[in-house]
């Protein structure tokens, strides 16, 4: 079964910092480019940040990332990471990555972000 499952999720206060994962099985991602989005409660899904397959060496980031967030993958453990930092309240929503092929895409089922005092 080919699904993306996301995890590291949680409870933090502003300020903190997690760490994302998602993994891949019943294919490999490394032909895959790889986005985080995220869903806040009442809004739309929105990007986080995107890397492109085959070593990541083209990586976008949303504006309000403003530096606090990094993408990497490591195609070996057919993970993306989603490193973020100095976590304020407004980075509070539902994280979901997505593998994007030509016309093959996959999301995951979502994990929990809340960054809350």
């Known amino acids: 079964q080919l699904q993306l499952v996301e995890s590291g999720g949680g409870l933090v206060q502003p300020g903190g910092s997690l760490r994302l994962s998602c993994a891949a099985s019943?294919?490999?991602?490394?032909?895959?480019?790889i986005g985080w989005f995220r869903q806040a409660p009442g809004k739309e899904r929105t990007g986080v940040s995107c890397?492109?397959?085959?070593?990541?060496?083209?990586?976008f980031y949303a504006d309000f990332v403003d530096g606090r967030i990094t993408i990497s993958r490591d195609d070996a453990k057919n993970t993306i990471y989603l490193q973020m930092n100095s976590l304020i309240p407004a980075d509070t929503a539902v994280y979901y990555c997505?593998?994007?092929?030509?016309?093959?895409?996959?999301w995951g089922p979502g994990t929990q972000v809340t960054v809350s005092s």
């Open positions: 019943g294919f490999l991602v490394d032909y895959y480019a």
């Open positions: 997505n593998a994007l092929k030509l016309w093959h895409s996959y």
């Open positions: 890397i492109s397959g085959r070593g990541g060496s083209t990586i």
